[in-house]
């Protein structure tokens, strides 16, 4: 019997349609999200990511079916709640490619916290957020990332509350890497993927990905009309060069807004570990737990 390493060389090399499951999508007809999933999975085998030792984790909304559409490990979990699954599989099992995905209304109302504590660990996984700006699934509600003065099935005189940018909160929140992509931009949006996913620590990209049934079926004409790189020279490692493409109305520039090196969780747990067990002769046993706890114990 050949080795396991002879028998991973044998392989053929993945293709895109090696990541597709026998799941038909059921979104809208023109939906952003076939595009973000396509590019999916082209950034996927571009890596060759082997599907055996990668999960995508999400939550609730129509992005958040998407899990169902990839040939890897899935899970659909409850409203907001993507990233402590994924949190939790990356912590327990850090060799794996684990990519959290969902819509703005579950990463960034319910979900809010989450993302916040997750970008400030630093873990190393991946969260795509497709950002179409309402609440589709649930028949085109206001979200936080919907524009001011927009008018909803819950805001009929227009929304009277800022809008949020999703990726100046997770530059705030301390995320690694932070990214923007349109998703009728399938050429870029796949490179923006390829770099999230290579990259070590928590990489977080906004997909803009119009929702044609509530946003009405013009937005990937508009969207695209306002269409921008970052100027050349841009240095993305600092937060002050970014902030100006934060909370833009006119313009709709994608690209790596933000990127630093440092050590992720696992690494600092990895170090805690060995600190932790210097000098012991075998494992702590549970007495020793409770005294730390409770002295008299």
């Given amino acids: 019997m050949s080795s396991a390493v002879e028998t991973a060389a044998e392989l053929p090399r993945l293709q895109p349609g090696d990541y597709k499951s026998n799941l038909k999508p059921v979104w809208c007809a023109g939906c952003g999200d076939y ?6 999975y082209r950034a996927m085998a571009e890596l060759q990511m082997e599907p055996w030792n990668t999960v995508v984790v999400s939550g609730i909304g129509c992005s958040s079916r998407l899990p169902g559409y990839v040939a ?26 684990v990519v959290a995905v969902g819509g703005d209304g579950d990463g960034l109302a319910i979900g809010g916290n989450h993302f916040m504590h997750n970008a400030r660990r630093n873990l190393d996984l991946t969260y795509i957020i497709m950002d179409n ?11 936080p990332t919907t524009p001011s003065g927009d008018k909803t099935k819950s805001t009929y005189y227009g929304n009277p509350e800022p809008a949020v940018d999703p990726c100046e909160l997770a530059i705030a929140f301390g995320a690694t890497w932070v990214g923007r992509a349109f998703s009728g931009d399938l050429k870029t949006m796949v490179d923006l993927m390829v770099q999230a996913l290579k990259h070590r620590g928590f990489s977080f ?6 929702c044609v049934t509530w946003r009405g079926d013009d937005q ?7 269409l921008r790189s970052l100027p050349e020279g841009y240095d993305r490692s600092s937060r002050a060069s970014a902030a100006p493409y934060t909370r833009e109305t006119e313009t709709l520039t994608t690209g790596v807004l933000y990127e630093v090196q440092q050590p992720s969780l696992v690494d600092r747990l990895t170090d805690l570990k060995v600190r932790a067990q210097a000098g012991r002769t075998g494992p702590v046993t ?11 114990f």
């Fill in 35 to 40: 595009g973000v999933v396509t590019g999916l």
């Fill in 72 to 97: 890897t490990y899935g899970f659909n979990s409850v409203h907001g709640r993507a990233l402590p699954l994924a949190s939790g599989m990356k912590v327990a099992r850090p060799e794996l490619n």
């Fill in 133 to 143: 700006e309402i609440y589709g699934l649930t028949k085109g509600q206001v979200a």
């Fill in 205 to 210: 990209l906004n997909v803009m990905s119009p």
């Fill in 220 to 226: 990937f004409k508009v969207m695209k009309a306002k």
């Fill in 286 to 296: 549970t007495d020793e737990v409770l005294r730390s706890f409770m002295p008299a």
